[in-house]
């Protein structure tokens, strides 16, 4: 639930962040941190590291990557708790990233929220009347990077039993390779690098860094693996219920009365794909 929450603040926090360090450039800079807070907290973890299992880290730096980024522009072009609210549809979308790796269909439960959800997100973004956005679809795709991450998270430390701080670094130095790489490729020209740092947005950038990436991704690498996949996106969704809490907070951000049902019509996928489940399913409980 910690999670939950540092993942939710850091929604409206990124707008904060975009008022003095471009969007790319930002995420760079959140996994840079990263790495130098693992390097000081776990140092001695440094001489163990596997390499299996490090390449491990870098296949899930890969889903981290597309996730940060594709959320990150697209908040530039949405508001934070559109975002939120788009974000939480990988709840839905992890049984079907479960069938595309390890080949377990999804039930008739699964399908039928998805459809739900769907039609929920027509209403929230605007799609019903043709306002959806760059950002929306951006969002989207993070979404989805996001269900295969908790999923592959999942085939690593169980399965392969995978060496767990081999597995994050793993994922801090790919991903910030890899946001490296495409801030140079897409973000590196005057009119769209932007490195004016005020205090707001050093504070907003260096929260995000600390709480929503480094002990965000920390904890779910640890803890995941005591539950099920669907299970642990459950709690992951509850995000969006603190990122409108922020939004409100911190942005005046509000809904109109179509995206206040598109929204509810969501969380009832989320909360009917998990509270309706197969007799023989059960929670993994190793302590």
């Known amino acids: 639930m910690f999670v939950t929450i540092s993942w939710g603040l850091s929604f409206p926090l990124s707008k904060f962040v975009f008022e003095g360090y471009s969007p790319q450039f930002s995420v760079v800079i959140r996994f840079l941190i990263t790495i130098v807070l693992f390097v000081v907290f776990c140092f001695n973890k440094l001489k163990t590291i596997q390499k299996r299992d490090y390449y491990y880290g870098l296949i899930l730096s890969s889903f981290l990557y597309i996730g940060f980024i594709t959320q990150t522009v697209g908040l530039v072009y949405t508001s934070a708790s559109t975002s939120a609210f ?3 549809a990988y709840i839905v979308l992890l049984p079907f990233a479960q069938y595309f790796i390890v080949r377990k269909l999804p ?3 699964n399908i039928l929220a998805i459809l739900i959800v769907t039609a929920g997100m027509a209403l929230l973004t605007g799609v019903h009347e043709l306002r959806g956005n760059i950002g929306d679809l951006l969002t989207i795709i993070c979404a989805a990077a996001f269900a295969m991450h908790i999923v592959f998270i999942d085939l690593y430390t169980n399965e392969k039993k995978a060496d767990f701080h081999s597995l994050v670094f793993g994922q ?3 991903a910030a390779v890899l946001c490296l790489i495409s801030t140079f490729i897409f973000e590196w020209s005057p009119d769209k690098f932007l490195f004016q740092p005020t205090f707001s947005s050093t504070i907003s950038l260096l929260i995000n860094s600390i709480f929503s990436t480094f002990m965000g991704i920390f904890l779910i690498n ?12 459950l709690i992951y969704s509850m995000e969006q219920v603190f990122a409108v809490i922020f ?11 179509i995206q206040i049902i598109g929204a509810c019509i969501m969380l009832t996928g989320f909360i009917l794909t998990e509270l309706i489940k197969p007799k023989n399913e059960a929670i993994r409980n190793n302590g």
């Open 172 to 174: 801090f130095t790919g």
């Open 86 to 88: 788009i974000t939480g």
């Open 107 to 109: 039930t008739k439960i």
């Open 247 to 257: 939004s409100f907070i911190l942005l005046s951000e509000s809904l109109s009365f």
């Open 222 to 233: 640890k803890y995941q693996k005591y539950t099920t996949p669907v299970r642990a996106g």
